[in-house]
C-alpha cells in the first residue's frame, strides 16, 4: 500500500515541508500511479497556454498569474542552465482555484512526479496563506508567488536530471529552495533572508530531513546560504547531477 506522500514534493504554510524520493528506492511507484483522495484539486481544467520563452504549458490561470508563471519558470530553468544542466520535456503547471490539499495538509504548491505535474494555488489564496506566515510575509505577494512556481519547476528539472539516483528528501529541498530563493530580486531575496533567523552553514550537516520538516523556511535560507557560498553552487549541482555529492543521514549527524 502507497502513502498519499509517495511521489509528492509539497510547499506548506505549516510546519511540514516534505520532499519525498521518487525515481527510485522503496518509495517509488509506477508513472500516473493515482490515490484517491491525495490530492484535492478540480480536474475540469480547461486547455494548456504555452509560455513563450520556456517549455512549460500552464491551465487555469488568469492573465496576470500566467505572466508571473511563465517569468518565474524560465527563471527556474535558468538556474540550471547557469550550471550547463538542462531536462527534457515540458513542465506542465496546474493552478488550483480553490484550496490545494495534499494528505491533508493545505499547501501553497506541489509537484507531483508519478504524472510530471506542478500544481500551485492561484494568487488570490497565495496571498491570504502567506499572511499566515511571518517569513514568507517579507517578500511583497507577487515575488513569493513567482518564488513558488520557481520552488517546484526545479523539482521538475531535478528529479528528471538525477532519476538514477536515490536522494534523501532534504536533498532535493536544498535545490528547490536555492532555486526559489535564487529566483527572487535581489532586494526582496536580501529581505527575505533578513527576516530568518539561522546559523550559516560550512558544511552539509544541516540538511538532513528532520531540520526539514520542523523548520522549512530555516531549512531553505540556509540551503541558499550554503548553495551561494564561494565554490559551491554549480559544483554543488553538477556533484549531485553525477552522484558524487551525497548528503548525511541523520545517523551520521551528532
Known amino acids: 500500500m502507497h502513502s498519499c506522500r509517495e511521489n509528492r514534493s509539497f510547499l506548506s504554510a505549516g510546519i511540514v515541508l516534505v520532499s519525498l524520493a521518487v525515481w527510485s528506492g522503496a518509495l517509488s511507484r509506477p508513472a500516473g500511479a493515482v490515490e484517491a483522495g491525495a490530492v484535492s484539486t478540480s480536474r475540469s481544467t480547461p486547455p494548456a497556454a504555452p509560455c513563450e520563452a520556456v517549455a512549460v504549458d500552464v491551465t487555469g490561470a488568469a492573465p496576470d498569474e500566467k505572466a508571473l508563471i511563465c517569468r518565474a519558470a524560465q527563471r527556474s530553468v535558468e538556474f540550471f542552465r547557469r550550471c550547463k544542466l538542462k531536462s527534457s520535456g515540458r513542465i506542465r503547471i ?56 520557481a520552488h517546484e519547476a526545479a523539482h521538475y528539472v531535478f528529479r528528471k536530471l538525477t532519476r538514477d539516483h536515490s536522494y534523501s528528501h532534504a536533498t532535493h529541498e536544498y535545490v528547490a529552495y536555492a532555486a526559489q530563493i535564487d529566483s527572487m530580486p535581489p532586494a526582496v531575496r536580501k529581505n527575505f533572508l533578513k527576516s530568518i533567523s539561522r546559523p550559516l552553514p560550512s558544511d552539509l550537516s544541516h540538511f538532513v530531513d528532520i531540520v526539514l520538516m520542523l523548520a522549512p523556511a530555516r531549512f531553505g535560507a540556509m540551503a541558499y546560504d550554503h548553495f551561494s557560498a564561494p565554490g559551491n553552487g554549480c559544483r554543488m549541482l553538477r556533484g549531485l547531477v553525477a552522484g558524487t555529492i551525497e548528503f548525511p543521514s541523520i545517523d551520521e549527524v551528532d
Open 94 to 149: 496546474e493552478v488550483v482555484a480553490g484550496a490545494l490539499d495534499v494528505c491533508g495538509v493545505d499547501v501553497f504548491g506541489s509537484y507531483d512526479a508519478s504524472t510530471e505535474t506542478v500544481r500551485i494555488v492561484n494568487l488570490k489564496r497565495c496571498t491570504a496563506m502567506a499572511g499566515e506566515v511571518a517569513e514568507y510575509r517579507a517578500p511583497p505577494v507577487e515575488q513569493f508567488y513567482g518564488s513558488i512556481v
